[in-house]
C-alpha cells in the first residue's frame, strides 16, 4: 500500500486568509509598540509637527484640576506648540480647583500666547478660569460672569423626624459640624459661613481686577452674582472681543504669527462617566454642604 502523501497545511488551504492573518497580526505588533514607544518618551507624538497650535479643554462642573493642569504643563514644555486657546465650558465649580486652573494657565501665558474661548457657557468658576488668560473671547449669546460665591447644603431634619430617626453629633467645637444636614445652623455657624463665602468672594473680585486690569471698584459692581450676555460681558469689559472658537484661532495665529493651516493638539483626553456615578457625586455633594463658584 502507498503511503499517503502528508495533509496541505492552513497557509496552503487558505493562503488568503492566512496572509491576511500575517498582515493583520503585523499591524497589531506595531500600533502596541509605536503606543507603548510614545508611553515612555512622556506621551508625544513620534514625529510631531515644528509648529502646532493647542486646544485646552474645561468642560462641566469644575472639581479636579489634575488631568487639565497636568495637560498644560506639557504644554509648557513642548517647543512645537506656539500658542494655546483655553476653550471653556462650564457653569462653575468648586473655588479651589478653579483658582488652581486660572493659575496655571496664568503661568502658561508667561511663555506663549493664549487666548480664552468662551463656548456656550463659562459663568463664575469657568470665567474665572477664563481670567488667566490675557484675552477673552466669547460669543455674543455665551452665558457669563455670574462672579460669586455660594455655600449650600440641605436640611433633611424634618425627614429624619417622620422617618423616626434620630440623629446625634458630638463636636470638639461650636463650629464643627456647621452644614450638617442632620441640624439647623446656629447664629454663630451662619455667621461663620458667612465670612468664609465673604472672604473667597473678595479673593474671586481681587483676581478679577488683577487679571482685567479694571478698577475693583467696577468689577465688585458686576460681582453681585449676576450673569451677562457675551455682548453685555464684552460693554462690560469682561471680555475683549466677540466671536466663536475660529475668531480666537485667527487671534491666536496673529500673536504667534503664524500663517495657513496649523494643526491643533487637543487634551486633556476625554474620560467617560457613568450617569450613576454622577448623580452619587452630585447627592453626596449636596447633603454634605460644598462652596462653589456658580
Known sequence: MAP??????????????????????????????MAAFRHYVGG?????????????????????????NAFIATLKRDDTVKGVVVRIDSPGGVVAPSQEIRAAVADLAGLKPVVASLSAVAASGGYYVACGAPVIVANPGTLTGSIGVLYQTSDMQGLMEKLGIKHDMITSGKYKGAGSPFFPLTPEQRDQLQAMVLDIHRQFVDDV??????????????????????RQAF?????????????????????????????VLEGPPKERTGILRELLSEFAADITGRLLLQ
Open 4 to 33: 499517503s502523501s502528508p495533509k496541505p497545511g492552513f497557509s496552503q488551504r487558505h493562503p488568503f486568509l492566512f496572509g491576511f492573518t500575517l498582515i493583520l497580526a503585523a499591524v497589531v505588533l506595531l500600533t502596541g509598540a
Open 44 to 68: 508625544k507624538t513620534l514625529f510631531p509637527p515644528e509648529r502646532r497650535l493647542a486646544l485646552v479643554r474645561v468642560d462641566g462642573l469644575i472639581a479636579d484640576p489634575e488631568k487639565i
Open 235 to 263: 460693554e462690560n469689559g469682561l471680555v475683549d472681543r466677540l466671536g466663536g472658537l475660529d475668531a480666537a484661532y485667527a487671534l491666536l495665529k496673529e500673536q504667534a504669527g503664524l500663517t495657513g493651516e496649523i494643526p
Open 209 to 230: 481686577a488683577a487679571s482685567r486690569r479694571m478698577p475693583r471698584e467696577k468689577v465688585e459692581a458686576l460681582a453681585q452674582g449676576q450673569a451677562f450676555t457675551g
